[in-house]
Structure formats: C-alpha cells, structure tokens
C-alpha cells in the first residue's frame, strides 16, 4: 500500500475536496493518506500556502489545482513504480523503506537542531563577541587572573593590537596609532609610551591591556567586535522575521561586504610593508576606528544576510521531510 501525503490548512474547502476524491479512489487504490497542516511550520506555509492542497506520493507532487482523475493518474503512477521497484529487488528502495517506519535518535536530533539552529547560532556568536568585553570589567574590578583568562582565549584569534581595539572606563573609548592623524584625541604612542621603534613587532602593543586611568582594552579588536556584532544584530532579525528574510545576492555580498574591507585593509597591510616602488603610489596609512568599524558592520551583516537563509532553506527542507516522516509513522501505527 503506499502512502498518499496531503499537505491541508484548517477551513480549506478544496482541501475537503481533494479527501473526498481520495475516498472514492481508496477501493481502486488503496492507500494510507496522512494528513499535514503547513501552518505548523513558517517555512512550510511559505512553501505551500499559495498551492494547497498539495498531494505528494512517492516522487510525485501535485499542485491545486488538479483533477479527480489526474489525481488517479498520479496514484496509479506511484503503485507502478513502487511495484516495479519490488520486482527488481532494488535495495536503495527497501532500505529507504525500513528507515521509513521508525523515528530514530538521529532523526529526532535532526529535528530539534532544524527548529533551534538560529537560537543556538545566536547564543555562540553573542557568547563569542560578548566574553571579550568582560575581560576589561574583570580588570576594573580587580579580578585581573579572569581578566587574563578572557585575553589569552582570544590571542589566537585576534591580534589584540592596543592602537586598534576599544576600550571601557577610561579617558577614551580608544587611542589610535598615531599614524591614523585623528585630531583631538591622545594616540596609543603617546599615553604607553609604546613606538612602533621600540616594539617592532608590535608585541608590548598587543600584551599592553591599559590601567585605571586609561581603562582596560577589550579582548577583540574593532573591527572584529564589529564583524561578530552586526552577524548578530542580523540574526536577531532574522528571528524576528520568522527566517522569512530572503537571501542576499552574491553579487551585493562580495560589493558591499567584501569589497568595502577588503580595500580597506589590503590597501592598510600593502602600505604598511615600506616597500620603496609602492611608497608614491600608496602611502603608509592606518586605518581608524570609525572605518574598521563601518567595514567590519558591513561584511559581517551582509555574509549573515548571504548565509543565514542559505541554512535556514536547508534546514526547513530537513523539517518537511521529518515532519513527514514522524506524521506517517504516527499514521502507520494508528492502523
């Protein structure tokens, strides 16, 4: 016997109707029909809301709107192949089978992880950009062993250079290279007494982490602060959205968030490396905080914008195919 899925809503007429043809077909073709309401899942409504009743029976699927007989006709079509597939003792086919009586760990897994992934997604990407700005409130506390425990963590995933990172409770929220030129503030040469002559490798400029008067330094950099935050923000809305948010197209992404960063921090490194036939075409520059920022905002924004619907079509795909799978097993063991 196989199996006939109809995908319904509450007060569908022609939902009733599609039922009322299948009963009459029943003594022709036996089948199990199972019944799914699309409003139980955002990405299903989405998905079928405006072709309901949807019919799917085996790899057939019909659309509304559709015949009582092409109705037959697909049934029909599906008992063929299935009879077929039982006549040449296709394993692929008896395994698919079998996996389709029970609901398993795996599947029950993939089920919740297809539902919470954004939750969790969120969580991770707020623990990781949040953790770093303990590390000066641990330090303004005196808890200075945490402290040190946020920022080695973070050592080998940022470079925690002092002269491009944030910081809290202190004269100023940052102090820049003084290569940057940013009128009206004190540069990070001038309060630390750290030169790129005295520390070439810029090693005291990453381990300097402030003092009471400065503030303390936040364990990620500007522009990684700005990176991790805007792919938050972006999935916060995307939650709120429902995950109905379509998806960016590749060809903004690499626009407006690869190419915004990218120039500005090769033309940034390529400056920096004093090779002599480059210093008139590109002078040495810094970049500010204000420009990491805006480009570190932009490129995580849009890559979440690019791959948050990317992996929410993947998943709402892995929802329909176990929500129907849970619904015919449920059925199967009601008979």
């Not at 990405?43 to 949807?54: E, G, H, Q």
């Not at 810094?286 to 420009?291: A, R, V």
């Not at 791959?307 to 097993?329: S, W, Y």
Request: net charge neutral; aromatic share 12%; proline share 4%.
């Amino acid at each position: 016997m196989i199996n006939v899925t109809l995908y319904q809503r509450a007060d569908c007429h022609l939902c009733e109707q599609v039922k009322s043809d299948l009963e009459e077909i029943q003594s022709k073709i036996p089948h199990q029909l199972v019944l799914i309401d699309i409003d139980s899942d955002p990405a299903m409504k989405d998905l079928f809301a405006m072709d309901i009743p949807v019919i799917e029976v085996g790899p057939y699927r019909l659309k509304y709107p559709f015949s009582k007989q092409e109705l037959e006709m697909t049934l029909s079509a599906a008992v063929d192949r299935k009879s077929q597939l039982e006549r040449v003792d296709d394993q692929g086919y008896h395994q698919a089978v079998e996996r389709g009586k029970t609901i398993t760990k795996a599947d029950k897994i993939s089920l919740w992880l297809s539902r919470n992934y954004l939750l969790i997604l969120n969580l991770l990407v707020l623990l990781y950009v949040g953790l770093p700005f303990t590390a000066p409130v641990f330090k303004e506390v005196g808890a200075n062993g945490a402290a040190e425990v946020i920022y080695r963590i973070y050592r080998p995933l940022c470079h925690q250079w002092s002269f491009r990172s944030w910081f809290l409770f202190g004269e100023q929220a940052y102090y820049p290279h003084e290569t940057a030129k940013i009128a009206g503030v004190l540069t990070f040469e001038g309060v630390s007494g750290i030169t790129d002559a005295n520390d070439p490798n810029r090693v005291q400029a990453r381990l300097f982490e402030g003092n009471e008067l400065l503030g303390f330094k936040v364990g990620l950099c500007e522009r990684d602060v700005a990176i991790w935050g805007s792919i938050l923000l972006f999935g916060v809305i995307f939650a709120i959205s429902h995950r109905r948010i379509k998806g960016l197209h590749w060809l903004v992404w690499l626009l407006v968030g690869i190419g915004p960063i990218a120039l500005d921090g090769v033309s940034q490194l390529i400056s920096q490396l004093n090779l002599p036939f480059l210093q008139g075409l590109l002078p040495y520059r810094e970049s500010t905080p204000f420009i990491r920022t805006l480009t570190g905002f932009l490129f995580g924004f849009m890559t979440a914008w690019y791959g948050f619907p990317t992996i929410e079509e993947a998943m709402a795909d892995t929802r329909r195919i176990l929500t129907k799978k849970i619904a015919v097993v449920s059925h199967m063991g009601q008979n």
